[in-house]
């Protein structure tokens, strides 16, 4: 057996696409290192709005409150009992987003005020 076939041996349909898969964008708390991790907790507290939401892409956007453009959040990020809704108040840490660490995203995520619709919580099924 040559050092090239070695390497696709196992039993997983995409055996073959694995080298070509690029990493996810997208930084999660579970992919989050370490070193970011603790320079997202040094930044203080911000508060803002959430603009959108949605739990099947398992992402959406907070306007912060002292204006600039919207930061990415991602499901993993929100703490609480409830999923988001539009125009809920929240507070939030600004995490900077690899490699170049110009851009931030919020982590952090804790709802402080609900809007007046109801909202579900995380281990109610969507309606």
């Known amino acids: 057996m040559s050092s090239d076939d ?3 041996n196992d039993d997983s ?3 073959t696409l694995n080298h070509l898969q690029l990493p996810s964008p997208i930084i999660t708390r579970r992919n989050r290192t370490a070193s970011t991790s603790e320079r997202a907790l040094q930044n203080p507290i911000e508060h803002g709005k959430i603009k959108s939401f949605c739990r099947e892409k ?3 956007f907070v306007k912060p409150e002292n204006g600039g453009e919207d930061l990415f959040v991602h499901i993993s990020d929100i703490e609480g009992e ?3 809704l539009p125009g809920d108040l929240v507070t939030y840490r600004l995490c900077p987003i690899p ?3 110009e851009k931030y995203q919020a982590v952090h995520v804790k709802i402080v005020q609900l809007v007046k619709e109801k909202h579900l919580k995380w ?3 969507p309606l």
Request: charge should be positive; avoid cysteine; hydrophobic fraction near 20%.
């Open 6 to 8: 070695s390497f696709n």
């Open 13 to 15: 349909p995409n055996k």
């Open 58 to 60: 398992g992402h959406g």
């Open 82 to 84: 409830f999923v988001p």
């Open 99 to 101: 490699p170049k660490f």
């Open 123 to 125: 281990n109610e099924p």
